[in-house]
């Protein structure tokens, strides 16, 4: 088996290493800070698919807040049709299987907030050469774009009726 994108070497699981990128990801803190869940869905290694992870209802208790139970990760458009020409990962047929980001395609310290970069007040998606992550954050607007993308893209959930955490639907589409 090989997948275009996401694969783990030669095995269907990853044994706790992240699969080839470009490759969205579901990420989660279950029972976390507070006694409460986080999730977010990741574009930081590029993306291959759509993702959306949104707690069941029924089994959660929300406050109402904007980042409190609600779903993450939707998109307006399919970004394998629209994304950046810099970022295509195409396959051996010239067709774009992912999208990456601009860390995983250019490895520079500025594109993955390191070195020089490695905090939220030096590594501002703005100040780049080219703002790649505002493409993500335009189309896939509940989703991370980049390392330091926090603010707006960390959900948060408790769950309900002696539950500590809710049901999560995942949806690969």
Known sequence: MDCETGFCKNDVQCGGAGGRPPASLAEFTLGGYGDQDYYDVSLVDGYNRQVTIEPIEGTFRSTGGKYDCKKAGECHS?????????????????????????????????????????????????????????????????????AYDDEKSTFFCRGSNGRISPDYRVTFC
């Open 78 to 146: 399919n970004l394998l049709l629209s994304c950046p020409e810099p970022l295509r990962h195409l396959n051996s047929q010239g067709h774009t299987v992912g999208c990456n980001s601009a860390c995983t395609k250019f490895n520079t310290d500025q594109y993955c907030c390191r070195g020089d970069y490695k905090t939220p007040e030096t590594c501002k998606s703005s100040t780049w050469p080219v703002n790649y992550p505002k493409y993500f954050k335009d189309n896939c607007p509940t989703s991370y774009s980049y």
